[in-house]
């Protein structure tokens, strides 16, 4: 686990470049510039050159997604791929909604993604394995989620991020898992869209280790997340998006070190 | 008035689909998770019978209306027509912008509205009564608020909702009343979506009794809004819209019963 | 310094149309709500006429620009110059964005703007002056800000607020700066967007003098978040958003004499 990512990460204040689920979009752009990139969201396909020139890195969220965004995505992937950009693909509802996992595979099938961050049910999706997705919640599938993680790694050879209570990362190969977190995360619509970005922001500054990048992304927003949780005394989800914010501006190396729970 | 829904609405956890207004999207997709519901939004009318498929309740918010968007809103509230799912709309700034209004009689022209959550100016331009309205403020008109909500209520074959300082819900014969609330909701943009959300989301777990549903939400809102203000020694709506989204997930049915002002 | 123009604004409560950044509109509206003013957004051109009726202020924000959104800058921006409505133009990531730096300067071609307020990289590149801009950030170009703020009101014929660590305030002749202010703003996305919005909410109600509404726009943000950044033992982006909107609406004349730190 490649912790110091976060001081090269804080050092190089790398542009993520976001095509963005708008629900959630104020508090992704926020999380990002906390931890210590530099977010910058657009619409339009006429600059979509133009942002991958200044970009460290891409993510492609499907939250809200529409076909004139669709679009945009896949001009704006084969851009990134032709740059050998990392892109971060966030696959939002695949699970429940059978028009998204359409636009997924399309969208898989024309662009090479660096890393997939998925809730189970929409990794499942994605891999092709049985599970009950609830509108943008994991649901209650059960299954050997290690197993369905590598499933769909090996099927669009890129590091896939199950992420949940226990984070799994993998290449198809590898297998790390994160232990950190806190329910908290569950109540805050958009953490797992900011995961995705996060993800994006520490590919931009380790675009040869996308697994370590993914990893280390997951451990920094879990354990901040944990070390947030540790001091409330009731489960508050405004208070909580407001001081992860917060948290994952003063956060340091040391302190994630020595709440890190891991498996790599 | 039926407070044991909330304990319903919290097992039940029913996905609400919004077609929301862009301003406030997030702090609507908190609250309805905070209170217990699932949020779903879509911008893309290829997914809406999908999306109509996975959901309990819908709710249409012209706050940031496009053509597009009211398109999608005709053909949602179609096929929600089709299954007998509730539907509330949310006619914001009707009675401020002409275009809004006629943009709103379309709809309600086609589709069957279960709930329509308003501020007085709104529901006045709606049921065709003279009222002073100001943007998205409901303005200072004089009128009988309650002649107003029945008289639409009775146009429109609908629960109303008529909220501000006292909160005005009516199927056109039966009125009840909610007096809880605090300032503060003027304060923080989108209290208004919120509510209509939140009415959503009780119609979903009492399909069958709009008008029980519509009360309920009134109060556990406002009296959840009353109980985080009560805390409060100065008016802070930045704080408020924290701490409310927080005391939505931890408000208790005993609490709100305590706090009650009502007549049903 | 006119700083009773804050208490002349909370007295009218000017409603102040924004064309906005989808990242930040929902911090914008309750900044703006918070300080006094009223917010209303819309993204449909069909309704411009009738909220320019009812608007005292336009804010056009190229963040988030689509080509749709261009063409209804340029239509309301005709009928803002038709109605002599005051018009704010916040040219966001021009610096960084050649497209966009095009956009802007179509827009400038056709609509005579009342203030553009952006930072140091996006006024230089209105001005036609080199600047290393990064992404939404201003960038660390050297230059004298003074010389590149008159030059750009110069050009568009307009009042600049070129804002930073030092705000500079300029009708191309006079020159004013605010030096309050907190490194905060740079760590919350939107604190420009906010500002900008801010400043047209003075302008509709000091509508013949736009170079005193944009110096006390400018002291009224900048002094409020100092103020709240003063109780502050670290700095926490995500407490600070909710606290600045908190004093927005708490603050006072008195409060803000006291700590102002300005030339004009």
Known sequence: MKLDLLTTLRQQNPVVFNIANFVTVQDVA???NA???????????????????IAGAVCLNLGTLTTTQVNQ????GRLANERQ???VFDPVAVGAVPYRLQVAQDLLATIQMTVIRGNAGEIAALAGVDWQAKG??????SGDVVAIAKACAQKYHCVIVLSGPTDVIT????????HNGTELFQLHVGSGDLLSSIVAAFTAVQSDAPFDA????????????ELVAKQFTAPRPGTFAADLIDKLHL??????????DYED
């Open 30 to 32: 926020n999380g990002l």
């Open 35 to 53: 931890v210590g990139a530099s977010p910058i969201m657009s619409a339009e396909v006429a600059e979509a050159d133009q942002m991958i020139a």
């Open 73 to 76: 995505m896949q001009i704006v």
């Open 85 to 87: 950009l990392p892109i």
């Open 136 to 141: 943008i919640d994991a649901g209650n599938g």
């Open 171 to 178: 290449d198809g190969t590898q297998v790390a898992k994160v």
């Open 214 to 225: 993914a990893q280390t992304a997951c451990l920094v927003l879990a354990g901040t997340g």
């Open 251 to 260: 956060v340091t190396v040391s302190e994630l070190t020595e709440v890190a």
